[in-house]
């Protein structure tokens, strides 16, 4: 009996380069995959999408509300993260509150702090240098914290305020929608490398994922992640860190 190729995941689809080896069915349950689930990260310009909604997240059946950092990480911690985040936030109404997401509040503490600049280095709350590998590395721990969070806008916005290039933000969304949970190992990284006036940061990566059916899955592969290099005229944005591309394939075994 010949077996069909094992069914991707879709908040995978996009991100594999690397075709993937036959290796036995996948249930009628799983999430179908996009078109295009095997092919080169995407490097085009970004198209014009809506705001994300901040609030609820759609999945197939019904509405999944954005995990808060209270119920997360507990109270206390969220508390001290929420008063960090007070402590450095030159926004009128930032998002410091315990009831958003913990990634939602950590994206603002890197915001700020970056926005500092050289200030940041003796400013409290701000310990991990924004131009550091270490800043690199939290964009992909941030991005799959708030994946897990169902807070799809904030991860969204880890590949640049335009989002994911060549995505709709509907589309991100919806990719998500038969993934209850999701966590990230950060392998060790390389130093990061500048070229063309941005520097680069490779980011190894191992991710465990629970699809709503209860099926686990595990992925191996790596973020490239990148930042302007100090360029005269370059806007805060343009500064911070950001996903480029990611490369994932299923792991062995």
Same mark, same amino acid.
């Given at each position: 009996?010949?077996?069909?190729?094992?069914?991707?995941?879709?908040?995978?689809?996009?991100? &594999?380069?690397?075709?993937? @080896? =036959?290796?036995?069915? $996948?249930?009628?349950?799983? !999430?179908?995959?996009?078109?295009? +689930?095997?092919?080169?990260?995407?490097?085009?310009?970004?198209?014009?999408?809506?705001?994300?909604?901040?609030?609820?997240?759609?999945?197939?059946?019904?509405?999944?509300?954005?995990?808060?950092?209270?119920?997360?990480?507990?109270?206390?911690?969220?508390?001290?993260?929420?008063?960090?985040?007070?402590?450095?936030?030159?926004?009128?109404?930032?998002?410091?509150?315990?009831?958003?997401?913990?990634?939602?509040?950590?994206?603002?503490?890197?915001?700020?702090?970056? &926005?500092?600049?050289?200030? @940041? =280095?003796?400013?409290? $709350?701000?310990?991990?240098? !924004?131009?550091?590998?270490?800043? +690199?590395?939290?964009v992909v721990r941030r991005y799959y914290a708030a994946?897990?969070?169902?807070?799809?806008?904030?991860?969204?916005?880890?590949?640049?305020?335009?989002?994911?290039?060549?995505?709709?933000?509907?589309?991100?969304?919806?990719?998500?929608?038969?993934?209850?949970?999701?966590?990230?190992?950060?392998?060790?990284?390389?130093?990061?490398?500048?070229?063309?006036?941005?520097?680069?940061?490779?980011?190894?990566?191992?991710?465990?994922?629970?699809?709503?059916?209860?099926?686990?899955?595990?992925?191996?592969?790596?973020?490239?992640?990148?930042?302007?290099?100090?360029?005269?005229?370059?806007?805060?944005?343009?500064?911070?860190?950001?996903?480029?591309?990611?490369?994932?394939?299923?792991?062995?075994?």
């Amino acid at each position: 009996m010949i077996r069909s190729a094992p069914r991707l995941p879709r908040w995978l689809a996009g991100t &594999l380069l690397l075709p993937l @080896a =036959a290796c036995g069915g $996948g249930a009628s349950s799983e !999430p179908e995959p996009e078109r295009n +689930a095997v092919a080169a990260a995407p490097t085009s310009t970004p198209v014009a999408s809506p705001s994300p909604a901040p609030a609820k997240t759609g999945g197939r059946s019904e509405p999944v509300s954005i995990l808060s950092c209270s119920a997360d990480r507990g109270d206390a911690a969220a508390r001290k993260l929420v008063k960090i985040c007070t402590s450095v936030s030159p926004a009128t109404h930032p998002p410091c509150n315990a009831v958003n997401s913990c990634a939602m509040i950590e994206d603002e503490i890197a915001r700020s702090c970056a &926005l500092m600049g050289d200030d @940041a =280095a003796g400013t409290p $709350g701000c310990e991990v240098d !924004p131009k550091s590998d270490a800043a +690199a590395a939290d964009v992909v721990r941030r991005y799959y914290a708030a994946i897990n969070a169902h807070d799809y806008s904030t991860a969204w916005i880890q590949w640049g305020q335009d989002g994911r290039p060549g995505q709709r933000f509907a589309d991100f969304q919806k990719g998500f929608s038969h993934t209850r949970a999701t966590s990230v190992t950060i392998g060790r990284m390389a130093p990061s490398e500048g070229a063309a006036g941005s520097v680069y940061a490779t980011v190894p990566v191992t991710v465990d994922a629970q699809l709503d059916n209860g099926r686990q899955q595990r992925f191996v592969g790596q973020y490239v992640v990148r930042r302007v290099n100090d360029v005269p005229g370059a806007s805060a944005d343009q500064l911070r860190w950001h996903i480029d591309s990611a490369t994932l394939k299923p792991a062995a075994g």
